[in-house]
């Protein structure tokens, strides 16, 4: 089982992290600054985002959330206590709540 990790550029002074599972063709983007950076790596690598993980409610993590989302229905997950400060969550997660990622395992960890 081999996972994939892209680094993708966002705004001027920032980035995404996109996650693919082989295995299952299962991708995954970490903070969403920009969706236009994400969506062009996705077509590029003929990937389909099913997953959007948003670490923390900062603008420069969350702004192009709803709208990746919209566009490839990925599925959102973020911060249970967080919710309030976070765009529409698909999934509300607390720490060691745990999720399937393709055939891998996500633990949800707090880090404050």
């Not at 089982?1 to 063709?25: G, K, W």
């Not at 236009?36 to 099913?50: E, F, Q, S, T, Y």
């Amino acid at each position: 089982m081999t996972l994939e990790l892209t680094i993708v550029p966002c705004l001027s002074d920032n980035y995404a992290l996109i996650i693919h599972e082989q295995a299952t063709d299962t991708t995954a983007v970490i903070d969403v600054p920009d969706a236009a950076p994400i969506l062009d790596v996705l077509k590029a690598r003929g990937w389909r985002l099913n997953h959007i993980l948003i670490t923390h409610h900062h603008d420069d993590h969350i702004a192009g959330v709803e709208a990746l989302a919209q566009m490839t229905g990925a599925r959102v997950i973020g911060a249970a206590q967080d919710a309030a400060r976070l765009p529409a969550l698909s999934d509300a997660v607390a720490p060691g709540d745990r999720f399937p990622l393709g055939i891998q395992t996500v633990e949800v960890i707090d880090a404050p």
